[in-house]
Each structure stands twice: as C-alpha cells, then as structure tokens.
C-alpha cells in the first residue's frame, strides 16, 4: 500500500491518500504517436460515408456532437439508429493501422511500470485487438493484470442488463465505465489512480472518485487532481508510488500546459474535424461538464 501526497493542479491543496490500484489509458497515454489520431480520424470518416452512407458533409459535425454527447463517435452512432458491426468497425478503423511503423519498444515505460509494486490495469475505450497489439509491441502487455477494453465492458454490461440488443456502448467518460472498470480491477475509486489523455475523462474520473491525472502536452481546464506531460515522468510526478509514507511529503511536479489550438488527440480519434479553436473549446467545455456530471 502506498500512500501518496495529492495537491491540486495548483499546488494549494495537500491530501493524502493510499494508492492501490492503477487504471491507465492505452492510446495517448501509454504512447504517443503523433500521426495516429489523424490516421483513425480519417478512418472513421471514411467508414461513416462508405458503409453508413452519411452524406460528406454531414460528416465532420456529426462526428463532434456524437463525440461531445456520448463519449465515443461509435456510441453516438449507435445511440441514434445506426446498426453498426462492432468487429467490423473496429478492424476499419484499427484493424489497417500501421502498427509495426508507428509502435516499437518503450524500455524505458517498462521499467517504470515494472518498479510500482501495484496492480495496474489498462483502461481504455478501444479494442481488445486494437490493445493486444499496442501492448506488444511497446513491450509492456505482461505487466498488466488486465485490459479492460471495449469489449469487456459491454460483456459485463450485457451481463447486468445494462447493454440490451447492444445499447448502449459503455465507454470512458460515462460513470457506469468507471464503476465496471473498478469492479474488474477489484478496486475502490479513493484508493486508485486513473491515467488519461482526455480532459473529460479526467474530469470524470475525477467526479467517480478516482485520483484522475490528465497526462499529455495539451488540455483543458478540468478537474484534474494532477497533469503531467508524459506519463515517462510519473515518477517525478508522483514520487509517493515509489516511496514510503514518511518519505511521500513532497509535492508533486506540475507542468505548465500549451493552449490548445485544433483538437486533442483523443477527440481527433473520434473524428472530430480540425475547426476553429473558439468552436472546438466551446464543444470541450461542454463534453468537461458532462462529463463531470455539472
Ligand atoms: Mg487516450
């Protein structure tokens, strides 16, 4: 058990808390490739106007109100009439991704992930083929005691008549996503620890409960319990995984955040276009708050 010293994004609060459990985000978060989010952007578009016969145009602002109201491009999709084949959507939008070209080797993630003596769970919205993959080739699949990924959380929704005739999707950032995750990991919200790329996942995160960290180079105002930019310096951030109580006293690292000025990468994953910065933060701000449950 490791307790750990929580400040607030700007450092006033100080808290304490044990960690027990780490849930972690796969996409954006465990990895960072610049060229993925436009890739699986332009993916999802074409499936929408290829297979789902959505008219072009339609097409961009479709993709940022699905996102922004049900978490996923794919939920909101299903959530209004679209039938959809979810392993045929996956392996278009995953599936032709060039894996071996944009993932190798992070010795470096492995060795931090391997020196917390902590059950870590990947947590992630995406496929468990999608995450199988990534996992492997970043070298790090076995150091997980389980990936909770699309497919299980629908599984487990589908086996508490949550999901019938598959809807809806349960996904990151609704609550019942968090609560089947939690219950997966045999964890409770106040002693884990949850790592992700999106503000508003943070921000939900953080309203289940859940010490929430927003990890990437851009984002958005949320209620984030911590940022940092890369989760290659958690060990900076959050020196209290590694140490003892009597010496986790110190507060954690704080980066300072780039605006943002197109979309994050993990709305740019969902196929939300590249608009005009007002446009997209008024759409964020509104997914934060919803997100959060205000
Ligand atoms: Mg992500």
Same mark, same amino acid.
């Given at each position: 058990?490791?307790?750990?010293?929580?400040?607030?994004?700007?450092?006033?609060?100080?808290?304490?808390?044990?960690?027990?459990?780490?849930?972690?985000?796969?996409?954006?978060?465990?990895?960072?490739?610049?060229?993925?989010?436009?890739?699986?952007?332009?993916?999802?578009?074409?499936?929408?106007?290829?297979?789902?016969?959505?008219?072009?145009?339609?097409?961009?602002?479709?993709?940022?109100?699905?996102?922004?109201?049900?978490?996923?491009?794919?939920?909101?999709?299903?959530?209004?009439?679209?039938?959809?084949?979810?392993?045929?959507?996956?392996?278009?939008?995953?599936?032709?991704?060039?894996?071996?070209?944009?993932?190798?080797?992070?010795?470096?993630?492995?060795?931090?992930?391997?020196?917390?003596?902590? /059950?870590?769970?990947?947590? @992630?919205? +995406? #496929?468990? *083929? &999608?995450?199988?993959?990534?996992?492997?080739?970043?070298?790090?699949?076995?150091?997980?005691?389980?990936?909770?990924?699309?497919?299980?959380?629908?599984?487990?929704?589908?086996?508490?008549?949550?999901?019938?005739?598959?809807?809806?999707?349960?996904?990151?950032?609704?609550?019942?996503?968090?609560?089947?995750?939690?219950?997966?990991?045999?964890?409770?919200?106040?002693?884990?620890?949850?790592?992700?790329?999106?503000?508003?996942?943070?921000?939900?995160?953080?309203?289940?409960?859940?010490?929430?960290?927003?990890?990437?180079?851009?984002?958005?105002?949320?209620?984030?319990?911590?940022?940092?930019?890369?989760?290659?310096?958690?060990?900076?951030?959050? /020196?209290?995984?590694?140490? @003892?109580? +009597? #010496?986790? *006293? &110190?507060?954690?690292?704080?980066?300072?955040?780039?605006?943002?000025?197109?979309?994050?990468?993990?709305?740019?994953?969902?196929?939300?276009?590249?608009?005009?910065?007002?446009?997209?933060?008024?759409?964020?701000?509104?997914?934060?708050?919803?997100?959060?449950?205000?």
């Amino acid at each position: 058990m490791t307790e750990l010293v929580v400040a607030d994004i700007n450092g006033n609060e100080e808290d304490s808390r044990q960690i027990e459990t780490l849930l972690i985000d796969l996409d954006d978060t465990l990895y960072q490739v610049h060229e993925a989010p436009e890739l699986v952007r332009d993916k999802i578009q074409a499936y929408m106007k290829e297979k789902l016969k959505i008219p072009e145009e339609d097409i961009q602002k479709v993709c940022l109100e699905y996102y922004t109201n049900y978490g996923t491009t794919m939920a909101g999709l299903v959530a209004n009439g679209y039938q959809i084949d979810f392993d045929d959507w996956h392996a278009a939008v995953h599936g032709t991704l060039p894996y071996e070209r944009m993932l190798h080797e992070d010795k470096a993630m492995r060795e931090l992930l391997q020196s917390i003596d902590l /059950p870590k769970y990947v947590f @992630t919205n +995406a #496929d468990t *083929k &999608h995450a199988e993959i990534c996992l492997r080739l970043l070298g790090i699949a076995d150091l997980f005691q389980g990936v909770i990924c699309f497919e299980s959380l629908m599984e487990e929704g589908r086996r508490r008549g949550i999901v019938k005739e598959n809807k809806p999707i349960v996904c990151k950032p609704n609550k019942v996503a968090f609560q089947l995750a939690l219950e997966a990991a045999h964890a409770k919200a106040a002693t884990t620890a949850f790592f992700d790329d999106s503000a508003r996942n943070v921000a939900a995160g953080h309203a289940a409960g859940l010490f929430s960290v927003l990890v990437g180079k851009t984002g958005t105002e949320c209620k984030a319990d911590l940022e940092m930019l890369t989760l290659h310096d958690l060990r900076k951030a959050m /020196p209290g995984l590694w140490k @003892t109580p +009597a #010496d986790s *006293k &110190h507060p954690p690292v704080v980066y300072a955040r780039m605006p943002l000025s197109g979309p994050t990468a993990a709305a740019m994953a969902q196929g939300v276009p590249d608009m005009s910065a007002d446009v997209l933060e008024e759409y964020r701000r509104r997914a934060i708050k919803v997100a959060a449950g205000e």
